[in-house]
């Protein structure tokens, strides 16, 4: 019996043993097949089960700051609307009641939604109503996944300049183009998966050499720039204009520090403005400039000594013919000197001018001041005007170009042009990014103001000024830009505007301007105001005029610049000796070329242009507004001496 049991003790074995072999083979051979022979079914399955894959998010951009730290574009989080079209089975129902709330037609949330793939966007970043609303449906599968979008908290203030970014956190206009390197950081993704109850999940990710973004800090200030923007609009609004521009520089550094333009849109909304609104008039669209360009007339005129301030030119009376054509004044003049030529702003005393100054010598220097070529300013899409060579202009060009007519410029070619006279004669880059910092704040790039060249000398820069100030003055074009307590160089300008339809020049179609430093003896700022077809008003000294005073009134009460009892005398260079003023002249003859000069209420930076070219060293103390400096202004610097300036916030 023993034996008998010992042998189907081991036939059981033996069985059992044939039979987990076998079981185990056939999992070896279906495993095999599973992960070897459909390795790749396997896997597109087990993913579909639960893996998506990976879905790419806007990147982060930088913030955008003024002159004084203040936030003029910042990257906020809102939330972006997805679906799982399989987890959602009343589809017909859920489209029905997300359209409204997303603003869109049903048909297309409904075409989403019986998508055969397993994660699909119905909306890109949905404002935090909508997303309560749809909270409070709680249809399943559907939710949210956080991004970020540019939100541009001043709205249309500086829209120009700041331009914009898409969608895609791209930029697409202004800085936001110019810099979008910068300002943006490594793309951003989320990998979706299913937890074990087959819930979407997402984990955020990132790429290797990832990097915060950078800042930008603009030369605009946002008061000057809001003071431009409302006394702009209302200038259009008032004279019922086309259009219009300001333009705000500092002269001595080139820095932008207000640009606006009407008609203006909202950043925040571009899509809503068609192209023609988002585009920055200031640096592409060329325009006549009129009798603005006879500031760099004179200043040809004086340059090339072919006529003294003092020098008559006969005016016709009103009419002065040049071959089959007549040029005319507004008002009937006889004998006018250069200074009054000027003043009344004449245009057959400007034509005589040009003629006694010929076209060459003219037409290089208008390309010495830049008005045939681009400025360099770190914007995208500038654009020059048109100055023909001078071996194409006949008399009546070369009478017509002398008063402005003929040849087109951009509104910053002139500024910048007209900011060389304030500044003694150099030539600046305009710029309007300061430097750019990343996340910490630290200095990345730092930009300074940059000498393109030396046009004119101070000399000459002072005998304009002084002409530009009579401009001003009662009985001047320019009268109504007058600023009791403070002495304003500028020049209007009234200019036709070609009509291609009927060809020569509209009789009803005017560009109104204004251009001026203040104060003229120490200029803070230059000021252009152009008009596009004014309606009411169309003369440069009546509508346009007025608004630059009103800036200039506002800013000079913003910069801390007090206004001078009974403004500055008759003559902008006769002023009364005093004792300071007599050691100050006779050191200037006994030291021409290194003399402390007087950097009282100048920035930092201006203070320090000033001081570039002496070779001393120089100490610094506070911020602001410079109040105290050692050596007193006048005094001789020798090489290597030390200068102390002490700075203060402005109250």
């Known amino acids: 019996m023993k034996d008998r049991a010992k042998y189907f003790f081991k036939l059981r074995a033996c069985l059992v043993f044939v039979g987990f072999t076998l079981c185990f083979g056939l999992i070896a051979v279906r495993a095999y097949q599973l992960q070897v022979l459909e390795r790749d079914k396997s896997l597109e399955l087990a993913q579909h089960q639960y893996y998506y894959g990976s879905i790419s998010l806007p990147p982060h951009r930088g913030t955008v700051y003024d002159a004084k730290e203040r936030e003029l574009a910042v990257s906020i989080k809102v939330n972006s609307l997805y679906a799982q079209p399989t987890k959602i089975k009343n589809k017909r129902k859920v489209a029905r009641k997300l359209a409204p709330i997303l603003r869109t037609d049903v048909r297309k949330i409904q075409s989403l939604l019986s998508s055969p793939k397993s994660f699909v966007w119905l909306q890109r970043k949905i404002t935090p109503a909508q997303q309560e609303k749809i909270e409070a449906l709680g249809f399943d599968g559907v939710g949210f996944i956080p991004e970020s979008r540019r939100f541009y908290p001043n709205s249309e203030l500086g829209s120009h300049i700041i331009g914009f970014a898409g969608m895609d956190s791209q930029g697409l206009e202004g800085l936001e183009k110019v810099h979008d390197k910068c300002l943006r950081n490594t793309d951003e993704y989320v990998v979706l998966e299913k937890d074990a109850l087959g819930r979407w999940i997402y984990i955020s990710a990132g790429e290797k050499g990832f990097r915060s973004p950078y800042n930008l800090h603009l030369t605009l200030d946002l008061r000057v720039q809001y003071v431009a923007e409302r006394e702009l609009r209302r200038g259009v609004m008032d004279l019922k204009a086309r259009a219009g521009m300001v333009v705000v520089m500092e002269p001595f550094t080139g820095k932008i520090l207000a640009m606006a333009i009407q008609p203006s849109f909202n950043p925040n909304l571009f899509w809503e403005y068609s192209p023609d609104r988002w585009r920055n008039r200031v640096i592409t669209d060329p325009f006549e400039p009129g009798s603005l360009l006879k500031v760099f007339l004179l200043a040809a005129a004086l340059k090339e000594e072919i006529a003294k301030e003092s020098d008559i030119f006969f005016c016709e009376n009103g009419a002065y013919k040049i071959g089959g054509n007549v040029i005319h004044d507004i008002k009937r003049h006889g004998w006018l000197s250069l200074r009054n030529v ?91 990014v300061e430097k750019i910092t990343d996340a910490r704040r630290r200095v990345v790039v730092e930009f300074s103001p940059e000498v393109r060249r030396r046009v004119l000398s101070e000399r000459s820069c002072r005998r304009i000024t002084s002409i530009l100030t009579k401009v001003v003055k009662r009985g001047g074009t320019g009268s109504l830009a007058r600023l009791p307590g403070y002495e304003v160089a500028g020049k209007t300008g009234t200019a036709q505007k ?43 000294g009546v509508g346009a005029a007025p608004i630059f005073k009103r800036i200039a009134h506002e800013l000079m009460q913003y910069m801390g610049v007090r206004p001078k009892e009974g403004g500055m005398g008759k003559r902008l260079n006769i002023v009364k000796a005093t004792p300071v003023r007599k050691q100050k002249a006779r050191n200037e003859k006994n030291h021409p070329h290194h003399l402390m000069p007087d950097l009282h209420g100048l920035s930092m930076r201006q203070a320090l242009v000033r001081l570039e070219r002496e070779k001393v060293r120089i100490r610094l103390a506070g911020s602001g507004i410079l109040e105290e400096q050692r050596p007193n202004p006048g005094t001789p610097l020798e090489k290597g001496a030390e200068v102390f300036l002490r700075f203060a916030p402005t109250r």
Not at 358 to 373: D, P, S, V
Not at 400 to 425: K, M, R
Not at 506 to 530: C, Q, T, Y
């Open 498 to 540: 070609a009509d291609r339809a009927k060809g020569g020049y509209s009789e009803e179609k005017i560009i109104a301007s204004f251009m001026g430093f203040i104060p003229a003896d120490d200029p803070r700022m230059a000021i252009l105001v152009v008009l596009d077809e004014p309606t009411k008003s169309s003369y440069g």
């Open 342 to 432: 000027i003043k009344f702003s004449s245009n057959i005393g400007a034509s005589k001018v040009g003629e006694s100054l010929g076209a060459e010598r003219f037409y290089h220097n208008l390309c010495a001041f830049g008005l045939n070529e681009k400025t360099g300013i770190d914007l995208v899409g500038e654009v020059i005007g048109n100055i023909r060579p001078p071996q194409l202009w006949s008399p009546v060009d070369l009478a017509s170009i002398s008063f402005g007519q003929g040849v087109s410029v951009t509104a910053l070619q002139l500024i910048t042009a007209f900011s060389c006279i304030a500044n003694g004669g150099k030539l600046m880059r305009p710029y309007v």
